[in-house]
């Protein structure tokens, strides 16, 4: 089997070497429509969650919050210690940081590895300001909002549906609040934290960008099936091509809610490296996309027929 999969990846690898040399032309111009992608919508939207997140995570900042949430939410999921903080952090740094807020957290000793692998099923949480703007491409600011509440929402119903046997709800585990930082010291640690994230963001976008390109060209796909591949592959191209797409707009919001759900194998490439040397289960993650896919197409749906829109 091992002999096996070498003569596989040996195969794939001159696959792909020979249609990097036969679509060489495109490379150029993928490379530098992945670069201005990361530039305009996915940096500026980023770069300041995560340097916050980096400044609250060291600081201990929402520990009073911690404290006056944690109860009824541990209550409601079943969980212990910082889980709650954890879902808020997800909730405005947005995805892989849930992922390095998990192992940051259970590190720590916050939260329990039983509380990890259930929050990696429903802390997928695209940065806000980054679906905003690209969502706002093709979508207006009604239609734009009400699919980034569904998605959030659907991650409350996964979190119901994981949540288990009732535990004990115990706040604190083992940290004590840090009030002796200097951020003189942090905020230089979070930029170069920070800029690495982006810089491996940049990176996935542009491997991904590459596959779904020569993928297009090799199967002359339809506009709607280059959308499809590159929101399989990576869901910043794929919503960056929407407004594209001639359909239906209820149609349109579906497909973005299905691309943003299932979150790219850029994604989740990232997440599976974050948490390659911990005991949190990436499958856990994998299977959480495919329940905010059922969930979250099918909710949108309803409210949509409802709303009558």
């Given at each position: 089997?091992n ?65 006056l ?10 969980t ?26 259970l590190s720590n ?8 692998n259930k929050?990696i099923?429903?802390?997928?949480f ?16 009604f ?28 706040i604190i585990?083992?940290?004590k ?28 976008i ?14 002359n ?16 191209t ?17 497909l973005a ?15 599976l ?25 099918g ?9 009558g829109?």
């Open positions: 089997m002999n096996l999969k070498k003569l596989l990846l040996i195969f794939l690898f001159i696959f792909f070497l020979i249609l990097a040399f036969k679509y060489n032309y495109l490379l150029g111009s993928v490379v530098v429509k992945a670069t201005s992608l990361w530039l305009t919508k996915v940096f500026p939207s980023l770069f300041i969650m995560f340097i916050l997140n980096e400044i609250i995570i060291k600081t201990n900042a929402l520990s009073l919050l911690n404290k949430i944690g109860p009824p939410f541990n209550k409601l999921f079943h212990s210690g910082s889980s709650s903080l954890a879902f808020i952090l997800s909730l405005f740094s947005g995805t892989p940081s849930n992922a390095y807020i998990l192992k940051e957290m000793m916050q939260i329990t590895l039983e509380d990890a929050l099923y429903y802390t997928y695209p940065n806000p300001l980054f679906l905003y703007t690209i969502l706002r491409l093709s979508f207006n600011n239609i734009t909002l009400k699919i980034i509440i569904t998605l959030y929402l659907s991650n409350v119903l996964i979190g119901l549906l994981v949540r288990g046997k009732k535990k004990n709800n115990k585990l083992n940290k609040e840090n009030n002796n930082y200097n951020l003189l010291t942090i905020i230089p640690n979070a930029i170069k934290k920070s800029m690495d994230t982006l810089l491996m963001i940049l990176g996935s542009i491997f991904y960008l590459i596959i779904s390109t020569i993928s297009g060209n090799l199967l796909l339809s506009l709607m099936g280059e959308i499809i591949l590159k929101g399989i592959l990576e869901i910043s794929s919503l960056n091509s929407l407004p594209l797409l001639n359909i239906i707009s209820l149609k349109k919001e579906i809610i299905l691309i943003i759900s299932f979150a790219g194998m850029s994604i989740h490439t990232q997440i490296e974050i948490l390659n040397d911990t005991q949190i289960k990436y499958q856990n993650f994998f299977k959480g996309r495919l329940y905010q896919i059922l969930i979250g197409a909710s949108y749906f309803l409210i949509s027929i409802i709303m829109s």
